[in-house]
């Protein structure tokens, strides 16, 4: 009896087990998620010696170790300690998926008086997660980092302007050479490779000299680069050579300096007012990088009233790529009515100083309506969009295009859209549409009664022009549509029918 009721008791705790496993796994796993969501896997240095003076580009890879929900809005920020300076101490990553891992950039100076040996920094993470019941969380988490700062041996220092180069696009670079020594160099030799050839000089081998440099003075070495179009934008490291004699001999020092490909990119924009109503806005990414993020945002100003929404969020825009955003807009400023009339569709017109395509400012710069600029652009009867974009170093642009309304009404609120077809051209087909329909039905009305029929012509011809009109009315008053097409058609066919309907139960 009682090992019958061990048994029993076994099994029945063997299925309950088995029931309640997979729920406690899942919210165990959901636990971790919430509990220990992320892990810094590796971290890099650029250059890979650090020695003080140096301006350090750090790349950490940031893993969602969770196995259910992403990491979103992960924001990295350094605390660097007495030994660092700032330069680019805070980055953010939009999200992580599970089991995923992406890289973010942060930069920090060593100061000159750093003593060599190994300094300890912090790297602050903060984000959003969805925990196992379903509620966003925000979450925090610190991780050590080590860096290593070997005794300086660098009694030349090299510099590379501009950091930033646009693929495809000849950039001059000016390599300077600072001699931070108490003695003169001699027969200073300088060259430069990039291990993957995407970045060459153009129009002169990479080799440069220089019989002498002065204690304390800099000498700058003149390039003409360019990068392969088909370069993935990123960091690259330049390797550089520098031989040189000193009061001590001949001395050579070899190094890297990192060179960023991407950046901003350039945007042809029109605008043109549709007989809709809408103001469209076309915005092609002429530039040689991809544009993320674009937003393209309406902002309030004196003699324009928006109708719906004021934002259009397109997201990304690749070169040699388009989209359209469309707004609905109407002018309440009567010196903007006098010169629509003399603005032509699409063709942009530029504020003092400004250059083709758009007034280009940095995303903090004042609000501009301070800008005298725009108000001089008001005054003269125009308005402006803003148009946000992320270049490929993670930076937020803001470009100002100023722009006129056209003579048509706003009746549609504002949407995006990636073709470039208009309501106009729309309306116009249309029209062509419903007048092939009445022919095309009053063709057929007048075979089926000259051969079937056979009734008064003149009957047929007044049952015909109120098949015509009645519709032809109802559409003068409202927009031309497919809809309103197909009720013409249906409409004359309609009172055709009845009429021939009639004629054959008079004849019966």
Do not use: C
Not at 201 to 226: C, H, M, T, W
Not at 389 to 417: C, N, W
């Amino acid at each position: 009896m009682n090992k019958n009721w061990f048994n029993l008791n076994a099994i029945f705790l063997g299925l309950l087990l088995l029931v309640l496993l997979p729920q406690v796994m899942a919210s165990t796993a959901q636990q971790a998620d919430y509990l220990y969501p992320a892990q810094i896997t590796d971290y890099r240095f650029l250059p890979e010696i650090i020695t003080a003076g140096d301006t350090v580009s750090m790349a950490v890879d940031i893993q969602n170790i969770g196995a259910l929900v992403a990491m979103t809005d992960v924001n990295s920020t350094l605390d660097i300690g007495d030994y660092f300076e700032p330069v680019q101490i805070t980055s953010n990553v939009n999200s992580i998926a599970a089991g995923s891992t992406k890289t973010t950039v942060l930069k920090f100076k060593v100061k000159d008086s750093t003593p060599s040996g190994y300094y300890q920094i912090f790297l602050n993470l903060s984000f959003n997660r969805t925990d196992y019941t379903g509620n966003v969380i925000d979450v925090n988490q610190t991780k050590v980092l080590t860096v290593p700062v070997s005794a300086s041996q660098k009694n030349v220092e090299i510099k590379v302007n501009p950091s930033v180069i646009s693929p495809g696009n000849q950039t001059p670079l000016t390599v300077s050479i600072l001699n931070n020594s108490s003695t003169p160099l001699s027969n200073v030799s300088f060259s430069w490779t990039e291990s993957t050839g995407a970045i060459l000089p153009l129009g002169s081998d990479n080799k440069r000299f220089a019989s002498y440099i002065g204690a304390g003075e800099k000498f700058d070495f003149n390039y003409l680069v360019v990068a392969d179009p088909s370069i993935v934008t990123g960091i690259y490291p330049l390797s550089v050579s520098l031989s040189y004699n000193d009061s001590n001999g001949q001395k050579t020092q070899t190094s890297q300096v990192g060179i960023v490909v991407g950046g901003k990119t350039d945007f042809q924009i029109s605008s043109d007012t549709l007989s809709s109503g809408q103001v469209s806005f076309s915005i092609a990414n002429i530039g040689s990088n991809n544009a993320s993020a674009v937003v393209v945002k309406m902002p309030a100003q004196t003699g324009l009233t928006i109708t719906g929404s004021d934002t259009v969020i397109i997201g990304t825009i690749n070169k040699g790529d388009y989209s359209v955003a469309n707004f609905t807009v109407q002018s309440t400023d009567q010196n903007a009515n006098s010169q629509r009339n003399n603005t032509r569709t699409g063709t942009q017109t530029n504020l003092p100083g400004q250059q083709s395509p758009g007034i280009s400012r940095d995303f903090n710069s004042p609000d501009m309506n301070s800008n005298p600029a725009f108000n001089q652009r008001q005054n003269q009867g125009g308005f402006i969009i803003d148009i946000y974009y992320t270049d490929t170093t993670g930076e937020r642009q803001i470009i100002h295009y100023p722009f006129q309304l056209g003579t048509a009404k706003a009746t549609v609120t504002g949407m995006a859209s990636g073709n470039g077809f208009s309501s106009g051209r729309q309306q116009g087909t249309d029209n062509l549409l419903l007048i092939g329909v009445f022919a095309v039905i009053l063709i057929i009305g007048v075979i089926f009664n000259k051969f079937v029929a056979k009734k008064d012509w003149k009957k047929l011809g007044i049952v015909a022009l109120i098949g015509i009109i009645i519709p032809a009315i109802i559409i003068f008053f409202a927009p031309s549509s497919l809809s309103s097409v197909i009720f013409a058609a249906v409409f004359f066919i309609g009172i055709l029918a009845v009429f021939f309907k009639i004629w054959k139960r008079g004849k019966e």
